[in-house]
C-alpha cells in the first residue's frame, strides 16, 4: 500500500498566471481596461478553483510532503502532475537531518497520485522518534502553458468567465442559496481530479 503523506503544501508557487487579461478580454467580449482589476481576480480565482477540485497544480511549483514513517510499497505524492523529485530529507536518532539521494527512488509520474518506489533491495535507513520524520521535495505542473491539456484549460477558462460574469458568492458543491460551480466546468475537469486523497 502506498503511504500517503500526513501533510503536503506547495512551498514555492509560480508567480504566473495561465490566462492572461487579453485572452481574457477576447473571451468575455470586452474592449476597455476599466474592469481589469476583477478580470484578474476571476483569473487568480478560477486557476486556485481549479487546482483545488482537481487536486492538481497547474504552473511549475515546488511541493512538500510530510511522512511518519517509510513505506513498505511506495510513497504517493498527492500534489501533482510531478516531474520531478529534488530531495528526500529524514530526521535519524540523533535528530539530525540527513538526506536520501533522489537517485533510490523509482518516481511514476503516470499514474494519479504520482507515486515513488525505492529502488530494488534499498534499505531505509533508521529514524528517530520526531512526528513526521521525512519530508519529500518535488517539482510539480506541467511544464508551460501549452502543456495543459485542452479540456483543463477549457474548464478554467469558462471558470473564470463564469466568476467575473456572476459576481456573487459561490460554492464547489451547492449549499443554501449560493450557487454551485457549473456542471460543464466540473466536466471538464474531472478526468483530472484525483479521488484518492
Known amino acids: 500500500m502506498h503511504l500517503r503523506p500526513d501533510w503536503s503544501k506547495i512551498t514555492t508557487p509560480s508567480t504566473a498566471e495561465i490566462i492572461s487579461l487579453d485572452e481574457m478580454r477576447e473571451h468575455v467580449r470586452v474592449t476597455t481596461t476599466d474592469e481589469a482589476r476583477l478580470m484578474t481576480r476571476s483569473i487568480v480565482a478560477a486557476r486556485s478553483a481549479c487546482e483545488e477540485w482537481t487536486r492538481r497544480t497547474l504552473l511549475n511549483s515546488t511541493a ?11 510513497f504517493a505524492l498527492n500534489l501533482g502532475p510531478v516531474s520531478e523529485i529534488s530531495e528526500i530529507r529524514y530526521r535519524d536518532s540523533n535528530d539530525a537531518v ?85 456542471q460543464s466546468i466540473r466536466s471538464c475537469w474531472q478526468p483530472f481530479r484525483d479521488e484518492w486523497f
Open 64 to 74: 512538500t510532503a510530510a511522512y511518519t514513517k517509510w513505506p513498505s510499497d511506495g
Open 98 to 182: 540527513q538526506t536520501i539521494s533522489p537517485a533510490n527512488l523509482i518516481l511514476i509520474d503516470a499514474a494519479n497520485p504520482a507515486r515513488a518506489h525505492p529502488i530494488p533491495n534499498y534499505d531505509w535507513p533508521s529514524l528517530g522518534a520526531r512526528i513526521n520524520p521525512i519530508e519529500i521535495e518535488y517539482e510539480v505542473g506541467y511544464a508551460n502553458k501549452e502543456s495543459i491539456p485542452a479540456y483543463l484549460m477549457q474548464g478554467l477558462v469558462w471558470c473564470a468567465t463564469w466568476f467575473f460574469e456572476q459576481r456573487h458568492p459561490m460554492v464547489m458543491f451547492a449549499q443554501a442559496t449560493s450557487p454551485e460551480l457549473p
